[in-house]
């Protein structure tokens, strides 16, 4: 098939949902190659989705960072298990697909298993990797398990602690979003009292989002996921500057304001992503159990804790489980995966050490998602690993100018 000037492959393999016990199931695996005009021999580039639980990117034309890895590539474009048209799970999905045995068989370990049966499937002997945010946890797992099945391996906004366990990590992002807020009230001193103002209209008024549920003012906080975003200041800025009106002498929140955050508080889109998202910290740094982590470390922030005022990051909270009507279907299983016990961590510092890989990665000095330190140390762990650090972007830089980034990705990498 012909798209954009491009050739279009699709490619479909079944594969185990567990892999030490084939006889419990499978499914099938959905992968879309585009291959760049002339470019039937050039080497495979495995795209890692970041999240977790999103499919593979949709693109509708050769640009940005989709259109820069065409030069030399032959872009592989995998759904993760669980996502797109690899066995979507969400709240349609039978209930086999919503227990913690399933949710559980959706971490990095799978995922790189999924993908060497589809390197095998696709014939090559080894292949180059990208990864963005979550992508990049993939990667390094994946040189932990098969480090000779990569050549190169580019990431951005992606490399993992090592060494820290969830409640750590998560004292670090609440403390970098910290520092992230206050830059933020810094450049819109009238933001704080805004979004106070609409904290105590929710705890006093009823307002319904178009889903048909009450907005909670605990879940209207979690828009601070924007605030580490490239244009997330103005975005929320906008948001926030006339979200009242009055209404037969009452004051309510405007439609449209009420609209544009049903949009960033819903799971709709992508329910695992808060069904599964501490559990590919489980194991990690030696804490088994990850016990709904964010949820109890913020409590060591005032701001952050329950009684507080500041938007939250990216942090899943058991209580949207109650709220969401997407996550609803999965409390049960969410509940049993907080208290699952991980044996081990998805990484293995001394494969890394060992691994023939030559990666370059983007560390992003300000990523309050992927914390710039934590990323330091892992990328001195692998063997061959070329940072490119800059505070020109946020954890979503490839949004903002991913050829540039991938252009300078290839640079490090093409070095001697």
Avoid at 21 to 40: D, M, S, T, V
Avoid at 254 to 261: A, E, H, I, Q, T
Avoid at 264 to 278: C, D, K, M, N, T
Avoid at 398 to 410: K, N, R, T
């Amino acid at each position: 098939m012909k798209r954009f000037g491009h050739t279009i492959k699709e490619h479909t393999i079944t594969v185990p949902w567990d892999y030490d016990n084939p006889a419990a199931g499978e499914f099938e695996l959905y992968a879309r190659e585009i291959i760049p005009p002339g470019g039937e021999n050039y080497p495979a580039l495995l795209y890692n989705q970041g999240g977790p639980g999103f499919p593979a990117p949709r693109p509708t034309g050769a640009t940005g960072l989709i259109g820069k890895g065409l030069e030399r590539y032959r872009w592989i474009l995998m759904d993760q298990r669980g996502t797109g048209r690899s066995h979507r799970i969400d709240e349609l999905s039978p209930a086999e697909d919503r227990t913690a045995q399933r949710l559980a068989q959706l971490r990095q370990e799978n995922i790189v298993r999924d993908a060497e049966r589809l390197r095998e499937h696709l014939g090559e002997d080894t292949w180059d990797l990208f990864g963005q945010s979550f992508g990049g946890f993939i990667i390094t797992a994946y040189a932990s398990m098969f480090p000779d099945s990569i050549g190169r391996a580019f990431l951005t906004g992606g490399l993992p602690t090592l060494t820290k366990g969830a409640d750590d990590l998560y004292r670090t992002t609440f403390t970098k979003l910290k520092v992230r807020h206050e830059r933020f009230y810094a450049q819109f001193p009238w933001a704080q009292a805004r979004v106070e103002e609409i904290l105590h209209h929710l705890d006093n008024s009823e307002e319904l989002l178009p889903t048909g549920e009450r907005l909670s003012s605990r879940r209207f906080r979690t828009i601070g996921i924007e605030l580490g975003r490239g244009t997330g200041f103005d975005s929320l800025g906008y948001l926030l500057e006339e979200p009242f009106r009055t209404v037969n002498g009452e004051k309510r929140l405007r439609s449209d304001f009420l609209n544009n955050v049903g949009s960033r508080v819903s799971f709709q889109a992508g329910p695992l992503y808060a069904a599964i998202h501490e559990s590919i910290y489980g194991g990690v740094g030696g804490q088994a159990v990850t016990g709904w982590a964010a949820h109890r470390v913020r409590e060591e922030f005032p701001e952050f804790a329950e009684e507080g005022t500041y938007l939250t990051g990216e942090h899943i909270f058991p209580w949207q489980f109650d709220e969401d009507p997407a996550l609803r279907p999965f409390k049960q299983a969410a509940e049993e995966l907080a208290a699952y016990e991980w044996a081990s961590s998805p990484y293995d510092a001394a494969k890394l050490a060992d691994a023939p890989v030559i990666a370059s990665a983007a560390i992003y000095l300000d990523d309050i998602f992927v914390p710039f330190e934590d990323s330091l140390a892992t990328g001195e762990t692998y063997r061959d690993l070329r940072p490119v650090v800059t505070n020109r972007f946020q954890h979503n830089g490839i949004s903002e100018d991913g050829a540039v980034i991938l252009g300078e990705l290839f640079r490090a990498a093409d070095e001697r």
